[in-house]
């Protein structure tokens, strides 16, 4: 069995990684692939588990680099009892938010240092790299007016409820990583009705992995 593809979604509140990660999966399951959908902070007990420490604010007294080892942690558990089975076996996984979240969340908006960064990655996920990850990118106004229609009251979780200049950072600190990794990434303006967005993602991973009618890549 040929081992699956790995796409991950990247980008800011609001941005709409949710919603196209669930239309990507439908879009490729009517193509007749096995497709496993997940998310970080999450994607399996354990590390779900931690996700509720880091997004309830809980754990913000343990500063930048000790929220960072909590994500690297979820990300190892996540990778052993998800994502590595799910590839073996074939099936394509849909990540919402993986590595490039702490490169730009903990690393280029909170201030952790590159090295630190880069080792966790380099324990965390090892040869665990996604075979392409789309940016879906969109002004920070934009993407929070998204988010504070959904709660009702703008006031979100930990990391939605920051300031605006911080989420200007993770916008630039996203298109940073994208032009640092222009094989692996796309960027996909996401300020755009939901459709085209969708029909984008859509015809950039049937092109990039040679999708044909019957899921044969
Ligand atoms: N984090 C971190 O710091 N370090 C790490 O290593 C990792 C994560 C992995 C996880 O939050 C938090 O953890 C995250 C980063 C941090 N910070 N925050 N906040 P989460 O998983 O709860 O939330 P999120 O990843 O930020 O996603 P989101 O806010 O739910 O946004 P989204 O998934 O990009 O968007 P959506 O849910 O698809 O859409 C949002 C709303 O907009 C919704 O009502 C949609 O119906 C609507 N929408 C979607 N697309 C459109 C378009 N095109 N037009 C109009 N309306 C739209």
Redesign the pocket.
Known sequence: MARGKFIT?E????????????RLAEHLRALGLDVVVT????GSPSAEAI?GL??SGRVRALGTLG??YL??A??MDHIAETIEPALERGAWVIC???????????GAA?GLDVEIVDDLERIAVGNCRPDLTIV?D?PVDV?LA??A??SGNGT?????AEAVAVHEARRQGFLGVAAANPDRCVVID????????TSDIAALVTGRFGLAIGGRA
């Open positions: 979604f980008g800011g509140e609001g941005a709409g990684k949710s919603t196209q990660v669930r998310r970080e902070p999450g996700r880091l997004l929220e960072a994500f690297a979820a990300r919402d938010r993986f590595a490039d979240s702490t490169r730009v969340y903990q909170d879906i969109l993407g998204r988010v229609g959904r979100g979780d930990r990391f939605e996401g300020a755009r009705e939901a459709d085209a967005v």
